[in-house]
């Protein structure tokens, strides 16, 4: 079973604890969304016809917005949905799957579903969890990967890669024969490029697939909407594997009330970095340690993440344990607005 952040429903019906009544930290979801047009678009949808099924405007909004054709585009039910779509697109068995962890559990979950042999490359808390780009080209040499899966920026551990390395790691995989899935979920939480768009739209080889997902940055996750972008051949072979209807109207009518509105990024993306600086900083007066990267949410060492989380959650909050990225001693906590933090911060100095 693949571990995820959010709540559990069926863990919390066996607590006895309602769901209403908890505040959620555990999801790297932007907590000042989502932005009013997507509300008025949802109120005016006819759910009576059947959606869109090649997402025809979606996918040309999307093309204004990356500077790319639509038929280089895919849209899914969610990023999680193309991740299981490009495995069983691209890998057969016995392939070889690199994936660069601590990382997304989904990676080698849908690599195994295909039948490929994982190979993994750690990045280590020692190294603040910064990728040897030397040891890389080292194991893509050796292992000569089909699919190569990189978060950048990097879900738990926050770090994040240049372009100009991105595009390096690219071209060590082509000279391999693979191709590079780049999962950019949260791109749009990084400092400098909320308003910059990805500098990869504009010099991405053949071989590179990249992943984005509007359900963090919009708070739209229970829509689940997401989309893939690359080469067009890529793109249909993978597109042939994806079921009719996949993306509901629900989801593309919030995706293009986020993608008309231009303000709510630049205007939330710093609040939630604020929030970050404040929670953090008072978690380090409490002696925890943290680490936090490029992205606002931050890893806690608090010797036993498990039993950290589950103390927490009988009190009404909601952390992400790190035991399935390996790091057992680790919670992930994603930033809240400030009365929630203080809440969450309340709370856990009771058992620190």
């Known amino acids: 079973m693949i571990v995820h952040g959010a709540l559990d429903h069926a863990e919390l019906a066996a607590l006895g604890i309602d769901p209403g009544t908890l505040l959620d930290f555990s999801s790297n979801i932007n907590p000042f969304g989502p932005p009013a047009g997507v509300i008025t678009a949802l109120a005016a949808l006819n759910p009576t016809p059947y ?20 038929d280089e585009i895919l849209a899914g039910n969610g990023a999680n ?15 070889s799957a690199l994936v660069i962890g601590p990382t997304f559990g989904e990676y080698i979950h849908v690599s195994h579903l295909a039948g490929a042999q994982i190979v993994e490359l750690r990045t280590h808390e020692r190294g603040q969890f910064q990728l040897d780009v030397d040891a890389l080209a080292a194991v893509i040499k050796r292992a000569r990967p089909r699919l190569t899966w990189l978060c950048a920026p990097n879900n738990p551990t926050g770090v994040h890669l240049p372009a100009s390395d991105i595009l390096g790691v690219a071209e060590m995989c082509a000279a391999a024969g693979g191709m590079l899935v780049v999962d950019r979920a949260y791109q749009s939480f990084l ?7 990805d500098p990869l739209d504009t010099a991405a080889p053949a071989n590179l697939l990249r992943l984005h997902s509007l359900t963090k940055s919009h708070a739209i996750a229970g829509l689940r909407l997401g989309y893939l972008l690359g080469e067009t051949g890529v793109i249909a072979r993978i597109a042939t594997y994806q079921p009719t209807w996949s993306v509901s109207s629900a989801a593309q009518a919030a995706g293009l009330a986020a993608l008309a509105d231009d303000t709510f990024l630049p205007a939330s993306v710093p609040q939630i970095w604020a929030s970050s600086d404040t929670l953090r900083a008072e978690l380090l007066q ?8 490029d992205l606002p949410f ?10 950290t989380r589950l103390a927490l959650l009988r009190r009404g909050c909601v952390v992400r344990d790190c035991a399935s990225f390996g790091l057992p001693a680790w919670v992930r906590v994603s930033p809240r607005r400030p009365e929630e933090n203080v809440r969450l911060l309340s709370i856990w100095k009771e058992f620190v």
């Open 51 to 70: 959606p869109d099924r090649s997402c025809h405007q979606l996918r040309h909004v999307l093309g204004t917005h990356h500077g790319c054709r639509p």
């Open 81 to 95: 949905e193309l991740i299981h779509l490009i495995a069983r697109a691209l890998l057969r068995p016995n392939d």
């Open 191 to 197: 400092h400098a490029d909320v308003q910059a768009g």
């Open 286 to 293: 409490m002696g925890l340690p943290v680490h936090r990267a």
């Open 298 to 307: 931050m890893l806690v060492c608090s010797g036993d993440g498990a039993a």
